[in-house]
């Protein structure tokens, strides 16, 4: 099953902060955030494989709440660099394949 | 370290003719995923392979689409007849091992169907 991801689109100034969350009709194993620029491929961002489980580098992290079956992507201080598509990424429990969400559309302004 | 390579990158067809993707994974990957993206929408994956074996192709149109690994090593996505609705971009993702490891994506090959 496809995870859903809200919202849709964002459109923020840049240093402002964003969330995104990734929900799942499925028990989660592990959740996967990408992000991708227009025209080009879908880049990893990173993996959170338990719940509980926080990671973050630079000012993106993400947590996995695998009672609710969701994680969230948190963008601090964003900048302009921040701008494209978030997509999360979900392998549910027994499955092997990896499945997206329609992704979430990020712009930063000046 | 090379990256998923994936050719063409560009394709024009008429609709019911056919055509093939190329997909080279990045060395000593198992894992090959076959994703179709089409315009404003998440990737859909079509087939995943672990090895020369197919993991899931559940979400493939079988009566048209195919794709095949031979050796475990490159794989080629075909589609025939092509439909309008085909129209979108073909990406293939490689990652090491089967689990919960980093996918790496190719440019991916833009198909119209006209």
């Known amino acids: 099953q496809q995870p859903v991801q809200s919202p849709q689109a964002v459109i923020l100034r840049e240093g402002e902060d964003a969330v995104i969350n990734c929900s799942s009709s499925?028990?989660?194993?592990?959740v996967h955030w990408y992000r991708q620029k227009h025209g080009e491929a879908p880049v990893f961002l990173m993996i959170?494989?338990?719940?509980?489980e926080q990671k973050g580098h630079d000012k993106i992290s993400a947590s996995f709440n695998e009672k609710k079956q969701q994680s969230s992507l948190y963008l601090t201080a964003s900048q302009l660099s921040y701008s494209g598509t978030y997509f999360c990424g979900s392998r549910s429990q027994g499955a092997q394949k990896l499945v997206f969400g329609q992704g979430t559309r990020l712009t930063i302004n000046p | 370290e090379a990256g998923v390579a994936q050719s063409p990158r560009y394709k024009i067809i008429e609709k019911r003719q056919s055509v093939a993707f190329w997909c080279n994974p990045i060395?000593?990957?198992?894992?090959l995923y076959w994703y179709q993206q089409i315009l404003g929408q998440g990737p859909k994956l079509l087939i995943q392979?672990?090895?020369?074996?197919?993991?899931?192709d559940s979400q493939l149109p079988k009566d048209r689409f195919s794709a095949e690994r031979l050796k475990g090593v490159d794989s080629t996505l075909k589609i025939q007849p092509a439909k309008l609705e085909d129209s979108a971009v073909y990406l293939c993702?490689?990652?090491?091992?089967?689990?919960?490891?980093?996918?790496?994506f190719g440019q991916g090959t833009r198909l119209t169907v006209v």
């Open positions: 993702a490689s990652s090491s091992v089967r689990g919960n490891t980093e996918a790496f």
């Open positions: 499925k028990a989660l194993y592990s």
């Open positions: 392979f672990q090895n020369n074996g197919v993991v899931d």
């Open positions: 959170l494989l338990k719940g509980g």
């Open positions: 060395s000593g990957h198992a894992t």
